[in-house]
């Protein structure tokens, strides 16, 4: 593949040693791609009436052809819009950014994923989201056991299975703590989908279903590789359900959720709009950051 003279990437990612983008360094530098790594609390944004500025190191990151972000992070909300805002702004100054901006803020609340899955007629558990401890408590009476999940955030924190008779008997306490815990305020329940004891990840890019993987549980019903999961090679068709799945979030590059449930019927669990692929890449035989940046190479 020839090079494009004056592509440019940024690899958006808070963490200053992250593996993702090491690994995506060295890919591009194969392409004589320019990269630059974007620490978001390195970068300053200056305004006035006559300029607009956003730098990182003294350098004009709005330059850039395209950035990439592998990590979002901003668990406070301050910082979180603060991200958003400058990822934003990076898009209104003509940098494209995958996934969008309006792609990731769908895919970093579970209830919007749920409604755009739902909305695209897409297999997905019963689910409730609501405010009220009444309401969560009566779905819980009637779909006992469910699973609980905080409106956002990732690697599985927060994810809970009610299934003890001590967990319903003591429900509205349970409830309120796991609110204050994770939820902020807010309850989404889901039928529990009793499954094989793993489900499975795959990862879409641009329409296509690179790779997947089975993820084992160890501990529970969280199974991401960061909390113990423990992955291994898939073999059950999942391609055009998390294909579709991406494209109702809009994402280019996605991690999708599936579980197969005894009978073999496959639901959508989660769409992840920063995918890791350090446990899918040990089961994949070619190298996907390879992959990542050919994608995002070539447009």
Wanted: a negative charge.
């Amino acid at each position: 593949m020839a090079p494009k003279n004056g592509t440019s990437v940024g690899l958006f990612a808070g963490d200053p040693n992250s593996w993702r983008v090491e690994r995506l360094e060295a890919a591009f530098s194969k392409l004589n791609v320019d990269v630059q790594r974007i620490i978001p609390w390195r970068v300053h944004r200056r305004g006035s009436k006559e300029n607009h500025s956003i730098l990182l190191n003294g350098h004009d990151i709005s330059r850039l052809d395209r950035v990439y972000v592998l990590e979002l992070g901003g668990h406070d909300i301050g910082s979180f819009f603060s991200r958003v805002g400058l990822l934003s702004a990076l898009a209104e100054k003509g940098v494209d950014i995958v996934n969008s901006v309006s792609s990731i803020l769908v895919m970093r609340n579970k209830a919007e994923t749920m409604r755009k899955l739902i909305g695209a007629g897409l297999p997905v558990p019963e689910t409730l989201i609501t405010e009220s401890i009444e309401v969560a408590a009566d779905f819980i009476r009637n779909h006992w056991p469910c699973v609980l999940k905080p409106i956002t955030g990732f690697g599985g924190l927060g994810v809970q299975l009610i299934s003890t008779d001590f967990d319903l008997e003591n429900i509205y306490d349970y409830l309120k703590f796991h609110s204050q815990m994770f939820g902020k305020g807010a309850f989404l329940l889901q039928e529990f989908i009793e499954g094989p004891g793993f489900d499975i990840r795959a990862l879409v890019i641009d329409g296509k279903v690179e790779a997947s993987m089975q993820r084992v549980a160890t501990k529970g019903i969280v199974t991401n590789v960061h909390s113990g999961g423990k992955p291994r090679p898939n073999d059950i068709d999942v391609d055009d359900l998390a294909v579709r799945a991406a494209n109702s979030v809009k994402g280019r590059i996605v991690g999708v959720d599936v579980i197969p449930d005894k009978n073999g019927e496959l639901w959508l669990l989660e769409v992840n709009a920063t995918p890791g692929w350090f446990g899918i890449q040990e089961v994949t035989e070619f190298d996907i950051a390879i992959r990542i940046a050919e994608a995002l190479y070539s447009g």
